[in-house]
Each structure stands twice: as C-alpha cells, then as structure tokens.
C-alpha cells in the first residue's frame, strides 16, 4: 500500500515542480523584457537630451559618476516629478514606481553604457 501511495504523491511533487520552474522562466523573461523595454526607453527618449550616450546635452550627463553624486532617491524623484522650469518632464504617469526606481539605479551603476554606446557623441 505505501508504494501505491508514493507513486501519486511523487507524480504530484513532479507535476508542482514542473510548475514553478515555468513559472520563474516566464518570470524571468518577463523581467527580462522589461529590462530590454526600459534600456531602450533610457536609449532612446532620455538620449534625446540627455545625448545617445548620456554624456550629456540640452540635459546634463546621466553618467554614473554624476548619478552617484545624487543618489537613488534624488534620481527617483527627478524621473517621477520631473524638474520644474527645465525641459525634464516628469514621468510618473507614464512609468510605474518600480521602473523608475529601476531606470535610478540602472543609471547609479551605468547600465545603459555599454557596447551599443560608442564612446563619442554622433555628429
């Protein structure tokens, strides 16, 4: 009687198994095309003026080095709120509060400089 039991409680130990491990795979790709969506987001939009390296333009540098200096919470705020009287609009309505504690953190630790960035700015 016992190896009746352990064969259906195995099969459904296997079965839940099965089941998270696609649930993080979906997870992680889901996260994973967040990721890509929101590096094109920065690429792209913010590169309009902050230039498509970052470097800086009618905005100032997003370079990690300048972003350090103000910290998570302060780039939070400046992408959420924007910055009155500037050219920065605010992005509160159009990012969730996860994205852009991400993008923050993101430009904290120079995510979105890399090998698709060249080190010089196009004419």
Request: contains cysteine.
């Amino acid at each position: 009687m016992y190896l009746l039991m352990r064969k259906p409680i195995t099969a459904i130990a296997n079965v839940l198994a099965l089941l998270v491990a696609s649930v993080m795979t979906f997870a992680r790709a889901a996260d994973n095309q967040s990721a890509t969506q929101l590096s094109n987001l920065v690429r792209q939009d913010c590169g309009s003026c902050h230039g498509l390296t970052l470097k800086g333009g009618l905005g100032p540098s997003l370079r990690p080095e300048r972003m350090q200096a103000l910290g998570v919470d302060a780039i939070r705020l400046i992408i959420a709120d924007g910055k009155p009287e500037t050219a920065m609009p605010p992005w509160r309505d159009l990012l969730t509060e996860q994205d852009i504690r991400r993008i923050a953190q993101d430009l904290m630790s120079g995510a979105y400089i890399g090998e698709h960035s060249s080190t010089e700015e196009s004419p």
